[in-house]
């Protein structure tokens, strides 16, 4: 199974970019280290805030994926079209456990998806990898996705305009995971009850449901 197949088969018309809950009709939205400000009254990055995230995005990622669970991990990288290649191996490789998996990325390029001036400069390339959750260093991968916008460790690297946006695409349970920084993530599902122990669960974290 391919991507693009399973997407056109599950998840119609929904384009893997941020704000994959204001696209769909069935999913939650939640809101990060509440009431923890990113920095310190002197600046300092205020690490407690960050370890909660990780803890709460850890608790969130064990609760939709199971370890044998088949998944598609899927980067967007975004890039002027006059540079030749994106270094896809910075996303993939320091999070994969078994480097054979780097021969299986498949890729896709696509128009530049935000509305920037000259955006007809730019294009997405997007890679997908088949794989389980086993696979992958998962705590690393969801530090590296929360770590966007500060210089803390794990970081994506091999962007050239703007951090890479990564999915986890649940397809043994038909349930996409997205986290667009440390504020905040979202989770989608063909089915709400899949997910409503999330809701139930974790109801403080939720800033909106649907």
Not at 134 to 153: I, M, W
Request: charged content about 30%; some cysteine; hydrophobic content about 35%.
């Amino acid at each position: 199974m391919n991507l693009i197949g399973y997407m056109e088969e599950r998840f119609q018309n929904l384009e893997f970019i941020p704000s994959i809950y204001n696209q769909w009709g069935t999913g939650i939205h939640f809101c990060l280290g509440k009431n923890i400000y990113q920095l310190k009254e002197n600046e300092e990055l205020n690490l407690k805030r960050f370890q909660v995230v990780y803890e709460q995005i850890t608790i969130i990622f064990n609760e939709l994926f199971e370890q044998n669970d088949d998944i598609f991990l899927v980067t967007n990288m975004y890039k002027h079209k006059k540079e030749k290649c994106i270094r896809k191996l910075k996303v993939y490789q320091p999070f994969l456990k078994c480097k054979n998996h780097l021969n299986q990325i498949m890729v896709k390029t696509y128009p530049y998806p935000f509305e920037i001036n000259k955006a007809e400069e730019y294009e997405m390339q997007q890679f997908s990898l088949l794989c389980k959750p086993r696979d992958l260093r998962v705590t690393e991968l969801l530090k590296a996705a929360s770590n966007e916008d500060f210089p803390q460790k794990p970081k994506f690297g091999g962007y050239s305009i703007d951090y890479p946006d990564v999915f986890f695409v649940n397809i043994t349970k038909d349930i996409i995971f997205f986290i667009y920084d440390d504020r905040g993530c979202e989770v989608i599902a063909l089915d709400f009850k899949r997910i409503r122990h999330l809701y139930e669960k974790y109801h403080d974290w939720v800033e909106e449901y649907k």
